[in-house]
């Protein structure tokens, strides 16, 4: 085993090697703050360029990509409230705060050691988990595919802590967006309404880009003057404050890497969906819940350890089973094809070297991609100071260009501006938009898992009831979801009997 | 300001306006096959339970209170204030010019609509200098067309009016 791990390592230790890993980096810390791109678009668009490669040389490249891509989708989504990529949306609920308060720079700081750190806890762990994963991923099936959905969607909803109606509310409304489209278990389209480009569904990239960057340029053409409230907030700000930040909580760090790592590996939850559980868990286990979503650090960490140990993790099923965990490591497969590896058990035994190679690449680029996203934190930073009369056109411009640029098609414009004033008035009357991002994620993967689930119980409900991890699941989704009426009750109780009590003494 | 149970009516506007969504949503579910219909008239149905609940939560009686306290505590109480500070029209004409730049987008194209809007919203919007707001209109028309079509080799959509047919 451990002659694999060092020769993947020996592999990736040559001047042209390297070369190809910083090159991927730098594509992907670009692609990733540029709205609406991403690991998926940089990965398809240098997938021509590999051919002539050694397939080694190839999946360092693509794991340059992938590693740099949440270190550049957490930037934007610091700096202007505009996740680079879905995933990213998480760091915007507590990352923008924070530079709206003149903390960019710590926030930057904190997300790239967190990254880093994330990177690292999540490769150890696909080290070690990566040959018995054939019977951990075995575990699940499409019950329990649906019920980790519906417990993702229980755990986001009461995060919106104190707004839990609200935040269900928000999810209803999203997975009937998620039910948009073409439906593969019973046929037909739904809720399209005639117009073709919705047979696809509502696209999840131009659907976020509205949801959070076009949304936050409309508050601040309201609001007016600058992202940061004073220039002088912004001076102070260093990078080795976001450092000690994230050492200070080591535990969010370890807690988010351990969602991004074990969530990570399940196919079909995807980037999005681990960020936001990461973010939700950390708040539920906070002692000042109410100070997340206002710049709590801890709120910028969660998340952004879990995408980077999630990107490791998403691997295992990738590889080991061809089932791909989102659609960057879709496309990652279509890479692997080319350069004559089949995803799937056989290669697990026929290209282990190439597989640890691709995991080294994959940490060595977060590691880098966090440096160098550490280097230029001050520069960054400034971008938070500039008058939202010229930032605003330049955000929208290409935020709404990115929109397009994913599948070149200028419907995703539209949604983009719709998304944009639903987001604002999400904001606006105060309904959170974390449930609307994670239903729409989740929205068809239940369905289809529920469909396939009956289908599998000839009809009855007993299929749900019958392995040890879904009931443990619908446990668990049960207990989350039941948390804030006993905490009301015991609270009120208290409250009744505390004047009591005070009274006797 | 008319209230209706303690509670200004304008705030139970989100909530009758995603109730009304919700309901036309679940008459369309209806008009599916049983099996495709199953999920979305499920999540219809809870919705509409979900924003009549997040409707009696507003409302300043007993039940409401009760609702609020178990399940919403921490919902913005809707304050004036945000009402005066940003005046209505000032949040429609900020969402509208962004539906304004989208259309343009689709009949002119991207390297047409940009500069346009960037002009418009720095120097008609902004009252910037106007050799400034040509500047930027220029610059980042330039970086978008460098940052797609060269670098990206992602060519921009060219508008309906100058579409080749």
């Keep these: ?505 | 300001m008319k209230r209706l149970f303690g509670t200004a009516l304008i705030d139970y506007l989100p909530a009758l306006a995603l109730l009304a969504i919700a309901l036309a949503y679940l008459a369309t579910a209806y008009s599916y096959m049983p099996q495709a219909r199953a999920f979305p008239v499920s999540v219809a149905l809870a919705t509409i339970v979900l924003v009549v609940l997040d409707l009696v939560s507003r409302t300043q009686t007993p039940a409401g209170q009760t609702l609020t306290r178990l399940f919403n505590p921490s919902a913005l109480p809707h304050s004036a204030d945000h009402r005066q500070q940003y005046p209505a029209m000032k949040q429609v004409f900020a969402v509208l010019s962004v539906f304004g730049f989208v259309l343009l987008i689709v009949l002119a194209g991207f390297i047409y609509a940009v500069p346009v809007y960037v002009f418009a919203a720095t120097y008609l919007r902004g009252r910037r200098p106007l050799l400034l707001c040509l500047l930027v209109s220029v610059a980042v028309t330039i970086f978008i067309w460098a940052l797609f079509e060269q670098f990206l080799k992602i060519e921009l959509y060219p508008g309906l009016l100058f579409q080749e047919s």
């Design chain 1, 1 to 505: 085993m451990l002659e694999l791990w060092l020769g993947g390592l020996n592999g990736l230790l040559h001047v042209d090697v390297l070369f190809f890993v910083f090159l991927g980096m730098v594509i992907g810390l670009i692609f990733g703050a540029i709205p609406g791109l991403g690991g998926t678009t940089a990965i398809a668009l240098l997938m021509p360029l590999t051919y002539g490669m050694e397939p080694f040389t190839a999946l360092a490249l693509a794991g340059g990509v992938m590693g740099a891509v949440p270190m550049g989708g957490s930037i934007t989504s610091i700096l202007l409230n505009t996740p680079g990529t879905a995933p990213n949306a998480a760091t915007c609920l507590d990352g923008y705060p924070l530079a709206q308060q003149g903390k960019a720079g710590m926030a930057i700081g904190a997300a790239g050691s967190a990254n880093a750190i994330g990177a690292i806890i999540g490769t150890i762990s696909v080290l070690a988990v990566l040959p018995f994963a054939n019977e951990l991923v075995l575990l699940f099936g499409p019950p329990e595919f649906a019920l980790m959905g519906l417990f993702a969607l229980a755990v986001v909803a009461t995060a919106s802590r104190g707004k839990m109606l609200r935040g269900l509310v928000a999810g209803g409304l999203g997975l009937m967006i998620a039910f948009v489209g073409y439906n593969d278990i019973a046929g037909g389209e739904r809720f399209t309404y005639g117009v073709e480009y919705l047979w696809d569904g509502i696209h999840l990239v131009p659907a976020l880009i509205g949801l959070f960057a076009v949304a936050e340029m409309i508050n601040l053409t309201v609001k007016g003057g600058t992202v940061a409230k004073s220039a002088a907030a912004v001076k102070i700000t260093s990078m080795t404050s976001g450092l000690f930040e994230t050492f200070r909580h080591l535990g969010t760090v370890l807690r988010g890497s351990l969602i991004g790592t074990t969530v990570g590996a399940i196919p079909g939850l995807g980037g999005t969906v681990v960020a936001f559980l990461s973010y939700s868990v950390t708040v539920q286990s906070s002692k000042n819940p109410e100070t997340f979503g206002k710049g709590n650090i801890q709120g910028v960490i969660a998340p952004e350890a879990a995408i980077c140990a999630h990107d490791c993790s998403a691997l295992v099923p990738t590889l080991a089973f061809g089932i791909p965990a989102g659609a960057e490591m879709a496309v990652f497969m279509g890479l692997l094809v080319i350069h004559g590896m089949q995803p799937g058990p056989l290669m697990l035994r026929d290209h282990m070297v190439e597989i640890y190679g691709l995991i080294w690449a994959l940490t060595a680029s977060c590691v880098l991609a966090s440096f160098v996203g550490l280097l230029f934190v001050r520069p960054l930073s400034k971008i938070t100071l500039l008058d939202t009369r010229i930032l605003v056109p330049l955000v929208l411009s290409t935020a709404l260009a990115g929109s397009f640029a994913i599948d070149m098609t200028i419907e995703n414009v539209v949604v983009t501006s719709v998304f944009g004033a639903l987001g604002y008035l999400m904001v606006r009357y105060d309904y959170p938009r974390l449930m609307v991002v994670v239903a729409l994620v989740l929205g068809g993967n239940i369905e289809r898992n529920f469909h396939q689930s009956m289908l599998m119980g000839e009809g009855g409900w007993s299929v749900f009831f019958s392995r040890t991890i879904s009931i443990i699941l619908i446990i668990a989704t049960v207990a989350v979801l039941s948390l804030p009426l006993f905490r009301g009750i015991f609270r009120q109780l208290w409250i009744r009997k505390a004047p009591v009590e005070r009274s006797r003494l």
